[in-house]
Protein backbone atom coordinates (compact mmCIF):
# COMPACT_ATOMS: atom_id res chain seq x y z
CA UNK A 1 0.00 0.00 0.00
CA UNK A 2 1.33 3.35 -0.70
CA UNK A 3 2.56 6.27 1.68
CA UNK A 4 0.15 8.62 2.37
CA UNK A 5 2.77 10.89 0.72
CA UNK A 6 3.80 8.84 -2.38
CA UNK A 7 0.15 9.03 -2.71
CA UNK A 8 -0.07 12.38 -2.40
CA UNK A 9 2.07 13.08 -5.19
CA UNK A 10 0.59 10.91 -7.26
CA UNK A 11 -2.82 12.33 -6.80
CA UNK A 12 -0.68 15.55 -7.70
CA UNK A 13 0.34 14.61 -10.87
CA UNK A 14 -2.87 13.23 -12.18
CA UNK A 15 -3.97 16.45 -11.84
CA UNK A 16 -1.08 17.68 -13.80
CA UNK A 17 -1.59 15.27 -16.53
CA UNK A 18 -5.40 16.26 -16.01
CA UNK A 19 -5.04 19.85 -16.36
CA UNK A 20 -2.10 19.82 -19.18
CA UNK A 21 -4.60 17.55 -21.17
CA UNK A 22 -7.45 19.90 -21.21
CA UNK A 23 -4.66 22.94 -21.89
CA UNK A 24 -3.55 20.45 -24.71
CA UNK A 25 -6.88 19.62 -26.19
CA UNK A 26 -8.01 22.84 -26.65
CA UNK A 27 -4.75 25.00 -28.08
CA UNK A 28 -2.23 22.45 -28.83
CA UNK A 29 1.31 21.95 -28.02
CA UNK A 30 2.33 25.75 -29.13
CA UNK A 31 -0.78 27.64 -28.13
CA UNK A 32 0.20 26.12 -24.63
CA UNK A 33 1.63 27.64 -21.52
CA UNK A 34 2.60 25.90 -18.21
CA UNK A 35 1.01 29.03 -16.79
CA UNK A 36 -2.28 27.50 -18.52
CA UNK A 37 -1.61 24.04 -17.33
CA UNK A 38 -1.02 24.93 -13.62
CA UNK A 39 -4.22 26.83 -13.88
CA UNK A 40 -6.07 24.22 -15.52
CA UNK A 41 -4.55 21.58 -13.01
CA UNK A 42 -4.79 23.96 -9.83
CA UNK A 43 -1.36 23.14 -8.49
CA UNK A 44 1.46 25.71 -7.93
CA UNK A 45 3.96 26.20 -10.69
CA UNK A 46 6.78 24.15 -7.85
CA UNK A 47 4.70 21.05 -8.10
CA UNK A 48 4.61 21.09 -11.78
CA UNK A 49 7.81 21.43 -12.14
CA UNK A 50 8.58 19.01 -9.38
CA UNK A 51 7.05 16.30 -11.80
CA UNK A 52 7.92 17.76 -15.30
CA UNK A 53 11.04 19.57 -16.15
CA UNK A 54 9.47 20.76 -19.43
CA UNK A 55 5.84 21.08 -21.75
CA UNK A 56 7.79 18.84 -23.80
CA UNK A 57 8.16 16.04 -21.02
CA UNK A 58 4.42 16.63 -20.35
CA UNK A 59 3.30 16.19 -24.01
CA UNK A 60 5.35 12.89 -24.10
CA UNK A 61 3.62 11.53 -21.18
CA UNK A 62 -0.02 12.20 -22.81
CA UNK A 63 1.85 11.04 -26.02
CA UNK A 64 2.62 7.71 -24.79
CA UNK A 65 -0.81 7.04 -22.36
CA UNK A 66 -3.09 6.77 -25.25
CA UNK A 67 -1.16 3.54 -26.08
CA UNK A 68 -2.69 2.22 -22.74
CA UNK A 69 -5.83 1.36 -24.67
CA UNK A 70 -4.70 -1.37 -25.84
CA UNK A 71 -4.45 -2.56 -21.90
CA UNK A 72 -8.09 -2.60 -22.49
CA UNK A 73 -7.93 -5.60 -24.69
CA UNK A 74 -6.22 -8.56 -23.96
CA UNK A 75 -3.82 -8.28 -26.36
CA UNK A 76 -1.15 -10.88 -25.05
CA UNK A 77 -2.09 -14.26 -24.95
CA UNK A 78 0.62 -15.12 -21.97
CA UNK A 79 -0.94 -11.93 -19.71
CA UNK A 80 -3.72 -11.43 -19.24
CA UNK A 81 -4.94 -7.68 -19.05
CA UNK A 82 -6.50 -6.81 -15.81
CA UNK A 83 -9.87 -5.53 -16.08
CA UNK A 84 -9.84 -1.78 -16.92
CA UNK A 85 -13.99 -0.45 -16.80
CA UNK A 86 -13.66 1.94 -19.58
CA UNK A 87 -10.70 4.73 -21.16
CA UNK A 88 -11.27 7.11 -18.20
CA UNK A 89 -9.57 4.39 -15.74
CA UNK A 90 -7.40 3.43 -18.22
CA UNK A 91 -5.86 7.12 -18.55
CA UNK A 92 -5.10 7.58 -15.40
CA UNK A 93 -3.27 4.54 -14.89
CA UNK A 94 -5.59 2.57 -12.16
CA UNK A 95 -6.60 -0.83 -12.65
CA UNK A 96 -9.60 -2.56 -11.43
CA UNK A 97 -9.68 -5.19 -9.04
CA UNK A 98 -11.59 -7.85 -11.38
CA UNK A 99 -9.52 -9.43 -13.83
CA UNK A 100 -10.93 -9.72 -17.59
CA UNK A 101 -11.59 -13.61 -18.51
CA UNK A 102 -8.68 -14.18 -21.05
CA UNK A 103 -10.12 -14.37 -24.58
CA UNK A 104 -10.67 -18.11 -25.11
CA UNK A 105 -8.97 -17.94 -28.25
CA UNK A 106 -6.37 -15.28 -27.36
CA UNK A 107 -5.81 -12.30 -29.28
CA UNK A 108 -6.90 -11.77 -33.21
CA UNK A 109 -8.58 -9.83 -35.87
CA UNK A 110 -11.51 -8.69 -33.45
CA UNK A 111 -9.17 -7.82 -30.86
CA UNK A 112 -7.86 -5.06 -33.30
CA UNK A 113 -11.61 -4.73 -34.57
CA UNK A 114 -12.22 -3.96 -30.47
CA UNK A 115 -9.51 -1.29 -30.19
CA UNK A 116 -10.27 0.66 -33.11
CA UNK A 117 -13.81 1.33 -31.47
CA UNK A 118 -12.24 1.45 -27.60
CA UNK A 119 -9.90 4.18 -29.45
CA UNK A 120 -12.86 5.78 -30.75
CA UNK A 121 -14.65 5.82 -27.91
CA UNK A 122 -11.76 7.23 -25.47
CA UNK A 123 -11.48 10.06 -28.17
CA UNK A 124 -15.32 10.93 -27.55
CA UNK A 125 -15.35 10.38 -23.86
CA UNK A 126 -11.44 11.32 -22.68
CA UNK A 127 -9.60 14.70 -22.99
CA UNK A 128 -6.38 12.67 -22.15
CA UNK A 129 -6.56 10.79 -24.94
CA UNK A 130 -7.99 12.97 -27.06
CA UNK A 131 -5.21 15.72 -25.88
CA UNK A 132 -2.35 12.48 -26.53
CA UNK A 133 -3.70 12.07 -29.90
CA UNK A 134 -4.02 16.04 -31.06
CA UNK A 135 0.03 16.07 -29.72
CA UNK A 136 0.76 12.64 -31.98
CA UNK A 137 -0.63 14.25 -35.24
CA UNK A 138 0.61 18.53 -34.62
CA UNK A 139 3.77 17.70 -32.45
CA UNK A 140 4.99 14.30 -33.07
CA UNK A 141 4.05 14.24 -36.56
CA UNK A 142 5.34 18.16 -37.47
CA UNK A 143 6.54 20.16 -35.08
CA UNK A 144 9.37 17.44 -33.84
CA UNK A 145 8.58 14.18 -35.59
CA UNK A 146 8.41 11.09 -33.47
CA UNK A 147 7.42 8.16 -35.22
CA UNK A 148 7.06 5.99 -31.51
CA UNK A 149 3.12 6.24 -31.36
CA UNK A 150 2.78 5.13 -34.75
CA UNK A 151 4.97 2.16 -33.92
CA UNK A 152 3.51 1.48 -30.81
CA UNK A 153 0.36 0.67 -32.37
CA UNK A 154 1.71 -0.89 -35.21
CA UNK A 155 3.40 -3.36 -32.49
CA UNK A 156 0.16 -3.98 -31.03
CA UNK A 157 -2.13 -4.63 -34.34
CA UNK A 158 0.97 -7.73 -35.55
CA UNK A 159 0.62 -8.92 -32.08
CA UNK A 160 -2.97 -9.26 -32.91
CA UNK A 161 -2.99 -10.29 -36.53
CA UNK A 162 0.13 -12.48 -36.56
CA UNK A 163 -1.68 -15.13 -34.09
CA UNK A 164 -5.37 -14.83 -36.23
CA UNK A 165 -2.93 -15.25 -40.00
CA UNK A 166 -1.88 -18.31 -37.69
CA UNK A 167 -5.18 -19.90 -37.30
CA UNK A 168 -6.73 -18.94 -40.72
CA UNK A 169 -8.47 -15.92 -39.82
CA UNK A 170 -6.35 -13.85 -42.53
CA UNK A 171 -5.51 -14.78 -45.98
CA UNK A 172 -1.69 -16.50 -45.98
CA UNK A 173 -0.73 -14.04 -48.58
CA UNK A 174 -0.66 -11.23 -46.22
CA UNK A 175 2.17 -8.64 -45.43
CA UNK A 176 0.97 -8.59 -41.54
CA UNK A 177 3.19 -6.01 -41.26
CA UNK A 178 1.86 -4.15 -43.95
CA UNK A 179 -1.25 -5.16 -42.56
CA UNK A 180 -1.08 -3.07 -39.67
CA UNK A 181 1.20 -0.07 -41.22
CA UNK A 182 -2.23 0.38 -42.72
CA UNK A 183 -4.72 0.40 -40.23
CA UNK A 184 -2.63 2.58 -38.02
CA UNK A 185 -2.69 4.95 -40.93
CA UNK A 186 -6.18 4.71 -42.00
CA UNK A 187 -7.49 5.06 -38.57
CA UNK A 188 -5.62 8.09 -37.70
CA UNK A 189 -6.87 9.82 -40.92
CA UNK A 190 -10.39 8.54 -40.14
CA UNK A 191 -11.11 10.36 -36.78
CA UNK A 192 -9.01 13.57 -37.81
CA UNK A 193 -11.65 13.85 -40.47
CA UNK A 194 -14.62 12.80 -38.09
CA UNK A 195 -13.33 15.71 -35.84
CA UNK A 196 -12.75 18.24 -38.26
CA UNK A 197 -16.26 17.38 -40.32
CA UNK A 198 -18.55 16.33 -37.22
CA UNK A 199 -16.48 16.79 -34.32
CA UNK A 200 -16.57 13.04 -33.91
CA UNK A 201 -19.88 12.32 -33.93
CA UNK A 202 -20.09 9.69 -36.35
CA UNK A 203 -16.49 8.18 -35.53
CA UNK A 204 -17.95 4.96 -34.95
CA UNK A 205 -20.13 4.95 -37.73
CA UNK A 206 -16.54 5.69 -39.94
CA UNK A 207 -14.84 2.94 -37.66
CA UNK A 208 -17.40 0.59 -39.28
CA UNK A 209 -16.54 1.39 -42.71
CA UNK A 210 -12.81 1.31 -42.69
CA UNK A 211 -13.90 -2.57 -41.45
CA UNK A 212 -16.87 -3.19 -43.90
CA UNK A 213 -14.03 -1.90 -46.40
CA UNK A 214 -11.13 -3.79 -45.43
CA UNK A 215 -12.06 -6.92 -44.20
CA UNK A 216 -13.52 -8.73 -48.01
CA UNK A 217 -9.85 -8.62 -49.16
CA UNK A 218 -7.92 -9.67 -46.26
CA UNK A 219 -10.35 -12.66 -44.92
CA UNK A 220 -10.96 -15.58 -46.27
CA UNK A 221 -15.05 -15.61 -47.69
CA UNK A 222 -15.86 -18.46 -45.78
CA UNK A 223 -15.09 -16.84 -41.82
CA UNK A 224 -16.34 -13.37 -43.01
CA UNK A 225 -19.29 -13.99 -40.88
CA UNK A 226 -17.16 -14.71 -37.76
CA UNK A 227 -15.95 -11.31 -36.95
CA UNK A 228 -18.28 -7.92 -35.98
CA UNK A 229 -17.03 -4.81 -37.83
CA UNK A 230 -19.04 -2.58 -34.85
CA UNK A 231 -16.71 -4.53 -32.16
CA UNK A 232 -17.38 -7.69 -30.08
CA UNK A 233 -20.54 -7.77 -28.08
CA UNK A 234 -18.17 -7.05 -25.00
CA UNK A 235 -16.72 -3.95 -27.22
CA UNK A 236 -19.66 -2.61 -27.72
CA UNK A 237 -20.95 -2.72 -24.42
CA UNK A 238 -18.54 -0.83 -22.68
CA UNK A 239 -18.99 2.02 -24.91
CA UNK A 240 -22.75 2.70 -23.89
CA UNK B 1 -2.35 39.11 -72.97
CA UNK B 2 -1.40 39.86 -69.50
CA UNK B 3 0.24 44.13 -69.68
CA UNK B 4 3.66 43.86 -67.93
CA UNK B 5 2.39 45.10 -64.31
CA UNK B 6 0.05 42.32 -64.22
CA UNK B 7 2.41 40.03 -64.86
CA UNK B 8 4.91 41.42 -62.93
CA UNK B 9 2.44 41.41 -59.78
CA UNK B 10 1.45 37.68 -60.76
CA UNK B 11 5.33 36.91 -60.54
CA UNK B 12 5.48 38.73 -57.04
CA UNK B 13 2.28 36.55 -55.56
CA UNK B 14 3.99 33.41 -56.90
CA UNK B 15 7.00 34.26 -54.90
CA UNK B 16 5.47 34.71 -51.90
CA UNK B 17 3.26 31.85 -51.78
CA UNK B 18 6.14 30.07 -52.96
CA UNK B 19 8.37 31.52 -50.02
CA UNK B 20 5.40 31.08 -47.55
CA UNK B 21 5.49 27.45 -48.25
CA UNK B 22 9.21 26.79 -47.85
CA UNK B 23 7.87 28.47 -44.59
CA UNK B 24 5.21 26.64 -43.56
CA UNK B 25 6.89 23.47 -44.53
CA UNK B 26 9.44 23.57 -42.41
CA UNK B 27 7.81 24.87 -39.25
CA UNK B 28 4.15 25.30 -40.10
CA UNK B 29 1.53 27.80 -38.89
CA UNK B 30 2.47 28.41 -35.19
CA UNK B 31 6.46 28.69 -36.35
CA UNK B 32 6.09 30.93 -39.11
CA UNK B 33 6.00 34.70 -38.63
CA UNK B 34 5.65 37.33 -41.95
CA UNK B 35 9.18 38.43 -41.53
CA UNK B 36 10.02 34.30 -42.38
CA UNK B 37 7.84 34.52 -45.77
CA UNK B 38 9.21 37.89 -46.55
CA UNK B 39 12.87 36.09 -46.00
CA UNK B 40 12.30 33.58 -47.77
CA UNK B 41 10.10 35.33 -50.83
CA UNK B 42 12.76 38.05 -51.48
CA UNK B 43 10.10 40.71 -51.33
CA UNK B 44 9.60 43.74 -48.98
CA UNK B 45 7.06 43.46 -46.45
CA UNK B 46 4.78 46.07 -48.27
CA UNK B 47 4.63 44.01 -51.28
CA UNK B 48 3.61 40.99 -49.06
CA UNK B 49 0.71 43.46 -47.59
CA UNK B 50 -0.39 44.24 -50.80
CA UNK B 51 -1.38 40.44 -52.33
CA UNK B 52 -2.31 39.06 -48.77
CA UNK B 53 -3.27 40.95 -45.73
CA UNK B 54 -2.67 38.42 -43.43
CA UNK B 55 -0.52 35.25 -42.31
CA UNK B 56 -3.89 33.38 -42.61
CA UNK B 57 -4.83 34.53 -45.74
CA UNK B 58 -1.31 33.07 -47.15
CA UNK B 59 -2.48 29.98 -45.35
CA UNK B 60 -5.77 29.60 -46.72
CA UNK B 61 -4.55 30.10 -49.57
CA UNK B 62 -1.77 27.52 -49.88
CA UNK B 63 -4.74 24.83 -47.92
CA UNK B 64 -6.78 25.40 -51.06
CA UNK B 65 -4.79 25.15 -53.75
CA UNK B 66 -3.57 21.31 -52.82
CA UNK B 67 -6.44 20.63 -54.39
CA UNK B 68 -5.58 21.62 -57.76
CA UNK B 69 -3.96 18.25 -58.05
CA UNK B 70 -7.34 16.79 -59.53
CA UNK B 71 -7.11 19.12 -62.38
CA UNK B 72 -4.23 16.55 -63.37
CA UNK B 73 -6.50 13.92 -64.39
CA UNK B 74 -10.35 14.68 -66.14
CA UNK B 75 -12.77 14.39 -63.28
CA UNK B 76 -15.30 15.97 -65.07
CA UNK B 77 -16.10 14.32 -69.03
CA UNK B 78 -17.85 17.82 -69.66
CA UNK B 79 -14.81 19.88 -69.08
CA UNK B 80 -11.52 18.13 -69.60
CA UNK B 81 -8.96 19.50 -68.12
CA UNK B 82 -5.97 21.43 -70.28
CA UNK B 83 -3.07 19.39 -69.69
CA UNK B 84 -0.41 19.90 -67.19
CA UNK B 85 2.67 17.80 -66.90
CA UNK B 86 3.16 17.73 -63.02
CA UNK B 87 1.83 19.19 -59.45
CA UNK B 88 4.48 22.03 -60.21
CA UNK B 89 2.86 23.41 -62.66
CA UNK B 90 -0.67 22.62 -61.35
CA UNK B 91 0.88 24.43 -57.92
CA UNK B 92 1.84 27.65 -60.00
CA UNK B 93 -1.30 28.31 -61.42
CA UNK B 94 -0.09 27.59 -65.26
CA UNK B 95 -0.92 25.36 -67.32
CA UNK B 96 0.33 24.39 -71.15
CA UNK B 97 -0.62 24.52 -74.20
CA UNK B 98 -1.83 20.83 -74.87
CA UNK B 99 -4.96 19.23 -74.00
CA UNK B 100 -5.42 15.73 -72.31
CA UNK B 101 -6.87 13.37 -74.85
CA UNK B 102 -10.18 13.02 -72.77
CA UNK B 103 -10.66 9.66 -70.93
CA UNK B 104 -12.90 7.87 -73.24
CA UNK B 105 -15.16 6.49 -70.65
CA UNK B 106 -14.88 9.45 -68.43
CA UNK B 107 -13.67 9.67 -64.68
CA UNK B 108 -14.13 6.62 -62.97
CA UNK B 109 -12.11 4.48 -60.25
CA UNK B 110 -8.91 4.41 -62.13
CA UNK B 111 -8.90 8.48 -61.98
CA UNK B 112 -9.08 8.23 -57.99
CA UNK B 113 -6.86 5.45 -57.85
CA UNK B 114 -4.21 8.22 -60.18
CA UNK B 115 -5.37 11.26 -58.27
CA UNK B 116 -4.21 9.40 -54.79
CA UNK B 117 -0.80 8.86 -56.69
CA UNK B 118 -0.97 12.29 -58.18
CA UNK B 119 -1.10 13.50 -54.33
CA UNK B 120 1.56 11.16 -53.37
CA UNK B 121 4.24 12.31 -55.78
CA UNK B 122 2.69 16.04 -55.55
CA UNK B 123 3.50 15.66 -51.46
CA UNK B 124 7.13 13.94 -52.10
CA UNK B 125 8.10 16.86 -54.93
CA UNK B 126 6.45 19.99 -54.42
CA UNK B 127 6.91 22.20 -51.55
CA UNK B 128 3.78 24.27 -51.94
CA UNK B 129 1.94 21.16 -52.05
CA UNK B 130 3.33 19.69 -48.81
CA UNK B 131 3.02 23.16 -46.74
CA UNK B 132 -0.65 23.15 -48.03
CA UNK B 133 -1.87 19.48 -46.81
CA UNK B 134 0.60 20.46 -43.50
CA UNK B 135 -1.92 23.82 -42.91
CA UNK B 136 -4.69 21.20 -43.66
CA UNK B 137 -3.79 18.67 -40.63
CA UNK B 138 -2.55 21.17 -38.26
CA UNK B 139 -3.85 24.53 -38.52
CA UNK B 140 -6.74 23.17 -40.47
CA UNK B 141 -8.40 20.15 -38.32
CA UNK B 142 -7.09 21.74 -34.62
CA UNK B 143 -6.29 25.37 -34.58
CA UNK B 144 -8.94 26.94 -36.79
CA UNK B 145 -10.82 23.61 -37.68
CA UNK B 146 -12.29 24.20 -41.46
CA UNK B 147 -13.32 20.78 -43.14
CA UNK B 148 -13.71 22.56 -46.66
CA UNK B 149 -10.51 20.69 -47.80
CA UNK B 150 -11.99 17.15 -46.90
CA UNK B 151 -14.91 18.26 -48.26
CA UNK B 152 -13.70 19.72 -51.91
CA UNK B 153 -11.30 15.79 -51.97
CA UNK B 154 -15.20 13.74 -50.87
CA UNK B 155 -16.77 15.97 -53.46
CA UNK B 156 -14.08 15.02 -56.48
CA UNK B 157 -14.52 11.54 -55.26
CA UNK B 158 -18.44 11.62 -55.43
CA UNK B 159 -17.80 12.93 -59.42
CA UNK B 160 -15.41 9.90 -60.04
CA UNK B 161 -17.16 7.14 -58.28
CA UNK B 162 -21.17 8.14 -59.13
CA UNK B 163 -20.24 7.12 -62.79
CA UNK B 164 -17.81 3.96 -62.04
CA UNK B 165 -20.99 2.73 -59.68
CA UNK B 166 -23.43 3.71 -62.57
CA UNK B 167 -21.49 1.44 -65.21
CA UNK B 168 -20.93 -1.24 -62.89
CA UNK B 169 -17.44 -0.97 -61.54
CA UNK B 170 -18.82 -0.58 -58.19
CA UNK B 171 -21.00 -2.73 -56.15
CA UNK B 172 -24.34 -1.24 -56.56
CA UNK B 173 -25.12 -1.49 -52.87
CA UNK B 174 -22.13 0.97 -51.90
CA UNK B 175 -22.83 3.99 -50.48
CA UNK B 176 -20.47 6.07 -52.44
CA UNK B 177 -20.62 8.85 -50.31
CA UNK B 178 -19.41 7.00 -47.37
CA UNK B 179 -17.36 5.09 -49.56
CA UNK B 180 -15.33 8.84 -50.87
CA UNK B 181 -15.07 9.64 -46.73
CA UNK B 182 -13.38 6.95 -46.15
CA UNK B 183 -10.73 7.01 -48.73
CA UNK B 184 -9.88 10.86 -48.15
CA UNK B 185 -9.59 10.20 -44.50
CA UNK B 186 -7.49 6.76 -44.83
CA UNK B 187 -5.43 8.82 -47.57
CA UNK B 188 -4.66 11.22 -45.00
CA UNK B 189 -3.89 9.06 -42.10
CA UNK B 190 -1.72 7.24 -44.56
CA UNK B 191 0.23 10.38 -45.57
CA UNK B 192 0.93 11.31 -41.94
CA UNK B 193 2.33 7.95 -41.11
CA UNK B 194 4.76 7.90 -44.23
CA UNK B 195 6.21 11.09 -43.01
CA UNK B 196 6.36 10.73 -39.49
CA UNK B 197 7.62 6.90 -40.35
CA UNK B 198 9.91 7.26 -43.25
CA UNK B 199 10.03 10.70 -44.33
CA UNK B 200 7.38 9.45 -47.51
CA UNK B 201 9.75 7.45 -49.10
CA UNK B 202 7.30 4.97 -48.62
CA UNK B 203 4.67 6.98 -49.79
CA UNK B 204 3.67 4.88 -53.33
CA UNK B 205 3.86 1.82 -51.88
CA UNK B 206 1.39 2.24 -48.51
CA UNK B 207 -0.73 4.15 -50.79
CA UNK B 208 -0.75 0.69 -53.28
CA UNK B 209 -1.70 -0.89 -50.52
CA UNK B 210 -4.64 1.18 -50.08
CA UNK B 211 -6.33 0.12 -53.41
CA UNK B 212 -4.99 -3.85 -52.79
CA UNK B 213 -7.19 -3.53 -49.49
CA UNK B 214 -9.68 -1.58 -50.38
CA UNK B 215 -10.66 -2.61 -54.06
CA UNK B 216 -12.15 -6.65 -53.07
CA UNK B 217 -15.07 -4.72 -51.03
CA UNK B 218 -15.79 -2.31 -53.66
CA UNK B 219 -15.48 -3.53 -57.10
CA UNK B 220 -17.41 -6.95 -58.39
CA UNK B 221 -14.47 -9.88 -58.57
CA UNK B 222 -15.29 -10.06 -62.44
CA UNK B 223 -14.03 -6.67 -62.74
CA UNK B 224 -10.89 -6.17 -60.09
CA UNK B 225 -8.46 -6.73 -63.00
CA UNK B 226 -9.28 -4.08 -64.90
CA UNK B 227 -7.97 -1.53 -61.81
CA UNK B 228 -3.67 -1.22 -61.36
CA UNK B 229 -3.93 -0.06 -57.17
CA UNK B 230 -0.11 1.54 -58.58
CA UNK B 231 -2.24 3.93 -60.76
CA UNK B 232 -2.93 4.07 -64.91
CA UNK B 233 0.50 3.84 -67.14
CA UNK B 234 0.01 7.65 -67.66
CA UNK B 235 -0.35 8.00 -64.36
CA UNK B 236 3.05 6.14 -63.38
CA UNK B 237 4.89 7.70 -66.55
CA UNK B 238 3.76 11.03 -64.74
CA UNK B 239 5.66 10.45 -61.68
CA UNK B 240 9.20 8.96 -63.47
Same mark, same amino acid.
Given at each position: MPRPRQHRAEVTRQAILDGAAVAFDRSGFGGTSLSDVVKHAGVTKGALYFHFPSKEALARTLMAEQ !? %? #? +? /? !? #???GPETPSPGITGPEASSRGTTGADTTSPNPTGPGLQTVIDLTHHMAHGLRSDTRIRAGIRLVIEFGSFTDPDPSPYEGWIDICIKCLTPAQDRG /? @?? %?? @?DVHALSTYLVGAFTGIQVTSHVRTGRTDLHDRVVDLWNLTLPAIVPADR @? +???DPAGSPECRAART
Open positions: !L %R #V +A /D !L #VPT /D @LH %RS @L @L +AQF
